[in-house]
């Protein structure tokens, strides 16, 4: 069981062989089968050592009692020897194992939280859940944030600053103003961490093994900046050190030549300065054993990048402060050890007592971990900020290890300054629909003041798309893949007006609500310094009567067409649809259903042009409300298994 890593983990590189969905699903439940059965023969073994190491003791307790009660007092040493050291090889042994079925029950956890997320079963999966930013431009409205989101379905950081940083990644998109060069670099490290899957899920795994939820960065940094209240050591130590040599010298006179015992007046100042100065070394034992135990949770991670013997480009750049001598955490843990050693004999008094009379031990620990932390406030930063991008960028590549079938997006150079943006794709989909239900459609977008007017029937997809579209751009500029067969774009500001909802909080209806967020959007629409804006806006006014809802959604329309961005309009009014008419840079697109065997069917497909059909006074019928009477015929025939229809799409 011990000696068989490699029949653990070869299924990872099985699996990333394979570039279809389906055959690596298949490929992980294979390996997560694999492991079950090595975890449960290796409990097997584990239970056998239990009763082997009760036996053993139980026998050799035995036999050396028999043989003292014989006078058989140099067998009985050499037995009770020779037994010790057998139980310590075996309990040695078992602790190993032990340590060893601990790493695989986590990895097989996250081997099925893999799988889930692959098929995007929520019952199966452990999601944080991330609420929703206060008049944040999108992540309510793509569901970016919240229950079954994006970065619910993307997180696995191990550290609050990794998850942190990936959700900056998601929501600061609108900060940026010159994305090129750090959405390349940010790229490229993706791509190089997607095909290590060993190397992620070992991070993942050893992280898991210290702290079962994400570990707190921020504690790490305050128990350093609290090492600067502490006494200065150096000069209470260099006195020390003075008095107690003083002593040694003045002792070994007074013993070789017969001179006078003066070393018992500079003993006695060190005594003095020990016991006047010791109160102040209290603290110092639990500080180092805190600071020793925090720092090995990130250990538990920068170890796995240190023993990495090859490294990619952009990981080894990224890493080096990590890694590289003389500056190396591995070698702050082992130094912040040997102090915790040093001051642990503490809990000893009089061998403490004893050694400080001898030499001024205490302090010399003291200015070793002064010493330490020094270095610590230089380099921690660095530190925590690179392991921070490591750990958010293992999220991504993950994603994209577990959708082989997603594309990597292009972004077009140069675009933040560029009159001419555009949103081009194929096969466009939306990553929280599970593959089975998911429906591709083509896109192209571009140019200043492009609008794009979808029409549709109720439940047709149009809101959807919003998000589809929304969401991929989203995680184009995250670095990630998009759920595309192609996906190429110039560098956007999201702005949406999508889910929309009355504030109880803020005295607010729905319509005035609306009216605001539409304005922030127009707002930013003026501003010309960074990229442009990509806005979706859902159901415009339909908060209001038809006639100014109308009359609204015109004006703000050829207002949208003059301002620095692009986006797409949904709405039920076929009225808006004759602006295509008025300007070159409107356009009409639609989805539709269809009547076929009593059922309605829905495809999903976007159309050029409006839309020919619609349901809404069929679904009344349905569900018993008054329909005027000539419509009534046509809707008679629609019987419950629209509900089914219904209900498949109320996700989209």
Known sequence: MVDRRSDIWLWSAESMMSSCPSIREALFERGIARARDLLGHGESVSRRLSRLRVAFFVASASTILGLYQAAWFHAGNALTGFA???????????????????RLRIWIELKVDQVARLRLDWSQMTPRVFAHPQHHPYAADLDITGPHSLLALLDLTVSSEGQKRLKEWLLNQNEVKKPDEAWSTRQALIKELTPLALLRDRIIVAARIISADTFETTRITALVEASQTFPQAFWIFVLSLALCGTTWGLLLVSVGMGMPNYWLFSFGVYALVYFRTSG????????????????????????????????????????????????????VVASLARVSHGLSIKVHPFARLLVNACVPWDWYFSVRLQQTCRRLTT???LW????????????????AYLNPDYCWPVLRQGTHDDSSPQITATNLGHPLIPPSRRVGNDFDLRGLGQIL??????????????????INVCLAQAGAPVCARSFEWSWVRVYCCIAVSDSLEDGLSYFY?????????????????????????DEIFKGTNNRERLLGSRAFIRALQQGYGLGLITTH?????????????????HFQETLEADRLQFDYRLRPGICPTTNALRIMAYEGLPVPKDEQGECKRIDERINETEGSNESR
Request: hydrophobic share 50%.
């Open 513 to 537: 609500t609306e009216v605001k967020r539409l304005k922030v959007l127009l707002d930013a629409m003026q501003d010309r310094a960074g990229p442009p804006v990509l806005f979706l806006i």
């Open 384 to 399: 925590i900020d690179r392991l921070a991008t490591v750990d958010a960028a293992v999220s991504l590549a993950t994603f």
């Open 453 to 470: 007017l979808v029409t549709g029937s109720n439940m047709s997809g149009k809101s959807t798309f919003l998000r589809t579209v929304g």
């Open 280 to 331: 102040q070394l209290k603290p110092l034992f639990a500080y180092v054993l805190d600071l020793r135990d925090e720092l090995a949770k990130l250990h538990a991670v920068t170890s796995i990048l240190e023993r990495r013997k090859k490294m990619s480009p952009g990981l080894g750049a990224l890493c080096a402060p990590l890694v590289a001598a003389p500056d190396r955490l591995s070698s």
């Open 379 to 381: 380099v921690l930063p």
């Open 84 to 102: 010790l050291l057998i139980f310590l090889l075996i309990a040695h042994y078992h602790n190993r194992l032990e340590g060893r079925l601990a």
């Open 573 to 589: 009014d076929l009225e808006l649809a004759q602006l295509e008419a008025e300007s070159p840079h409107i356009a009409n697109a």
